[in-house]
């Protein structure tokens, strides 16, 4: 297993249990989501459009994590935000 499978193989059995509040006709899973936010806010992103900014930007590097066709705008990170229980 490589290195990159087993950092989201761990995120998945820690964020795995966090219940998805978005409608089921979501574009992008919520583990793919909380990998992009996770890597943006070590790389310094603060909010939701941080969040799409690197999203698109650093898709090259992210698709060694995750597989997306189009990166989320800030619209979505910022709907999840709300959406999120934080006690979850």
């Known amino acids: 297993m490589?290195?990159?499978a087993t950092a989201?193989?761990?995120?998945e059995s820690y964020?795995?249990?966090?219940p998805d509040p978005r409608a089921p006709n979501a574009t992008h899973r919520l583990g793919d989501l909380i990998v992009m936010m996770i890597a943006a806010s070590l790389c310094g992103a603060s909010n939701a459009t941080e969040f799409a900014l690197l999203a698109q930007e650093r898709k090259q590097a992210l698709s060694r994590l995750i597989d997306y066709d189009?990166?989320?705008s800030h619209d979505t990170f910022s709907r999840l935000l709300r959406l999120l229980?934080?006690?979850a």
Do not use: N, R
């Not at 964020?15 to 966090?18: I, K, P």
């Open 15 to 18: 964020f795995g249990a966090v």
């Open 85 to 87: 229980d934080p006690e």
């Open 70 to 72: 189009a990166a989320p």
């Open 2 to 4: 490589s290195e990159g």
């Open 8 to 11: 989201i193989s761990c995120l």
